[in-house]
């Protein structure tokens, strides 16, 4: 079977009808919008996915990094979250880059729409992921994945697509999130 090819973008106003159509979609996480790891003070407090939508379409408004879309065909089927480590709080890594803002660039969540998964999206997101964060001038992209078997945090991605990418363990996070790093710069 041939790999399929994807287009990737950067999510950024132009295309957040894109992100919001692929997040809405069914099985999407829309009452999610990949807030978990990025809301703080007031928004961490407000949990339905109206006003996590909100937040991330102001960080988006702002210009602020929030991750890629694959698109096939021009239409969106897949999402990594993928930013500088400061804009989240805090995933359990190590404090070593924080006075380098950008240094680190975090790689937090995947989702593929159900009739693309099992067919390498994954893989290929993460590849771009990789390729945005160095475009961005970042050393090094962390992650936190878990091993297969997780009741939780799956969609962090596995242990073993990190490593055939040729990430290194450096920790865990909690018990259940390994903390993977790629030296990029």
């Given at each position: ?5 994807f ?13 919001e ?110 390729r945005?964060a ?52």
């Open positions: 079977m041939a790999e399929l090819r287009e990737f973008r950067p999510v950024n106003s132009d295309n957040w009808a894109d992100l159509n692929l997040l809405e979609a069914r099985g999407g996480p829309k009452s999610c919008w990949c807030m978990v790891w990025r809301a703080v003070g007031a928004e961490a407090r407000q949990s339905d996915g109206r006003s996590r939508k909100a937040a991330l379409q102001t960080r988006v408004a702002d210009g602020v990094p929030v991750g890629i879309l694959g698109y096939v065909n021009g239409q969106p089927v897949a999402w990594c979250s993928i930013a500088p480590r400061q804009t989240y709080r805090s995933l359990g890594g190590p404090d070593d880059f924080e006075n380098e803002p950008g240094a680190v660039w975090s790689l937090v969540c995947f989702f593929v729409k159900r009739e693309w998964r099992g067919q390498g999206v994954t893989e290929q997101l993460l590849g771009e992921a990789i945005e160095r475009r961005r001038r970042a050393k090094i992209v962390e992650a936190y994945p878990v091993d297969p078997q997780s009741p939780s945090y799956r969609f962090m991605g596995f242990v073993d697509t990190f490593r055939k990418a040729g990430f290194k363990e450096i920790g865990k996070a909690g018990t259940r999130r390994h903390v993977m790093r790629l030296v990029v710069r």
